[in-house]
C-alpha cells in the first residue's frame, strides 16, 4: 500500500515521549517514534514533527504562577523534547534539523518557515521546537499553524490514547469511540482532543486531523497509508 499523502505534520505529545513513566523521557519510546518516522521518511513522504512538553511541565495546573510564565517555561521543556528527538532519529539515519519559535542558536535554528521547507525538499525531517513562540497556545495549535504554514496535507496526531472518545476512557467505561468527526463537532462536542483555537485554525485552513495511539508498532505508517485506525476529523 502506498503513501496517500506528500507532506504531512506529525505532533507528538509529551506524555507519549514519557511512555509508561509519565515524566521526563523513556528510550523505547524515542526509538519507536524515531523508527516510525524513518518507516514514512523511506516512502519518500516529507515528515516535520511539533513536539508537546507535558512529560515536563504542566504549567496550566501552577495556579501560583503567572499564566505567561508557566507557558515559557512549557515552551522550554518541548525544547527539550526536539532535541531528544532528534538525537533518535539521527540514530536511525535520519538528517534532522530543530527549529525553535524562541531563539537558542547554541541548540537550533530559528523557525524561518522557507527553510523549513526547504530543509524538507531535501528529505531532512525537522522539528518544530518552543510552541508558536508564544504565551496562552498549546503546541497542539503550533501543529495547526505550522501545517498550514508548511502547506502539510493532514496533522497526525500521536497521543497516549488510540482514538477520540466522548469522555476519558481511562475514567469513564462507557466512552464511545469515534471513528469519523467534523472540526465543527469538535467545538461543539468540546472534546479534549486538541483545544478550540487548534480545532478552529484546522477548520478554517481545511487541514484534515488524523487521531490514534503511538504506542502501537507501525500505526504513523497506517495512517499515512490512509488505513482506517484511530479517529479522522475533516
Known amino acids: 500500500m502506498g503513501a496517500k499523502y506528500k507532506r504531512v505534520l506529525l505532533k507528538v505529545s ?123 497556545f498549546s503546541t497542539d495549535t503550533t501543529a495547526a499553524l505550522r501545517a498550514a504554514e508548511i502547506g502539510a496535507e493532514i496533522i497526525l496526531l500521536a497521543k497516549k490514547v488510540d482514538a477520540v472518545y466522548s469522555a476519558d476512557p481511562e475514567k469513564d467505561p462507557n466512552a464511545v469511540k469515534y471513528d469519523e468527526l467534523t472540526h465543527q463537532e469538535v467545538l461543539e462536542k468540546e472534546l479534549g482532543v486538541m483545544d478550540s483555537t487548534a480545532a478552529s485554525l484546522c477548520r478554517d485552513n481545511h487541514i484534515n486531523i488524523h487521531v490514534f495511539g503511538i504506542a502501537a508498532e507501525g500505526n504513523v505508517m497506517r495512517a499515512i497509508c490512509g488505513e482506517k485506525i484511530g479517529t479522522i476529523i475533516k
Request: contains cysteine; aromatic residues 6%.
Open 14 to 136: 509529551g506524555e507519549a515521549l514519557a511512555g509508561e513513566g509519565k515524566f521526563g523521557l523513556n528510550d523505547e519510546m524515542l526509538k519507536k517514534v524515531a523508527f516510525q518516522i524513518k518507516e514514512v521518511r523511506d516512502m519518500g513522504v516529507q515528515v516535520a514533527v511539533v513536539v508537546g512538553g507535558g512529560n515536563f511541565w504542566r504549567g496550566r495546573s501552577s495556579e501560583s504562577m503567572d499564566r505567561a510564565t508557566a507557558d515559557y517555561i512549557g515552551m522550554l521543556a518541548t525544547v527539550m523534547n526536539a532535541l531528544a528527538l532528534q538525537e533518535a532519529c539521527e540514530a536511525v539515519g535520519l538528517a534532522t534539523r530543530v527549529q525553535t519559535a524562541i531563539e537558542m542558536r547554541e541548540v537550533a535554528e530559528p523557525y524561518v518557515r522557507r527553510k523549513a521547507i526547504s530543509h524538507l525538499e531535501h528529505g531532512n525531517v525537522v522539528i518544530f521546537g518552543a510552541g508558536t513562540g508564544n504565551p496562552f
